[in-house]
């Protein structure tokens, strides 16, 4: 087999889409624009991400130089890419934040991690057993990465924190599981 950029290869793309009339046409528009040839679209309209959206698995042929221009566009469209390819977000990150989670809107923290990384929120799960305004509270936060992004990712968090005075409690080694 060649590797040369030419060369058309499947890839796989996973989207977090809201749950919206039009919001998978809209997905799949920048894909046809970018020259990716449908393969599969694996619509999850049942199962919902943590953060309430809906995951869509979509499968396709394009040339590599193509498909970073597909994931591009999906990204310049707004199109949360969860995953894109087997390179992309090949590292696994866990880190928990404690504090207060809820008063310090939770929501803008996970926003502001994927505005300032390349990682993406795979997986959260809160505890807050005293109620919203329990200083206690806490997220574990699931994170794809791009290979060897981990402390520039976990840099990013540390000043998220700081700055909403929250905790973090961080992976025993990078890229490792808690």
């Known amino acids: 087999m ?10 796989t793309v996973r989207l977090e889409l809201v749950d919206e009339p039009g919001e998978l046409l809209r997905a799949l528009g920048p894909i046809a624009d970018n020259g990716g040839n449908l393969l599969s679209i694996f619509h999850e309209r049942g199962n919902v991400t943590p953060r309430g959206h809906i995951p869509v698995e979509v499968d396709m042929e394009a040339t590599p130089e193509r498909f970073d221009g597909i994931v591009d566009a999906l990204r310049d469209a707004g199109i949360n890419v969860i995953q894109a390819g087997a ?9 928990v934040l404690t504090g207060h989670l809820i ?30 305004e329990d200083a206690t509270s806490s997220a ?19 000043d998220i924190a700081a700055e909403k005075e929250l905790r973090v409690i961080e992976p025993l080694a990078a890229g490792g599981e808690l």
């Open 2 to 11: 060649s590797d040369s950029t030419d060369e058309v290869r499947s890839y």
């Open 87 to 95: 390179e992309r977000y090949s590292e696994t990150l866990t880190v």
């Open 103 to 132: 008063n310090t809107d939770l929501s803008d923290t996970l926003s502001r991690i994927q505005e300032h990384t390349d990682a993406t929120v795979t997986d959260l799960s809160l505890s807050a057993p005293e109620g919203t």
């Open 140 to 158: 574990r936060i699931r994170l794809a990465t791009e290979q060897n992004a981990t402390e520039s990712v976990m840099e990013t968090i540390r």
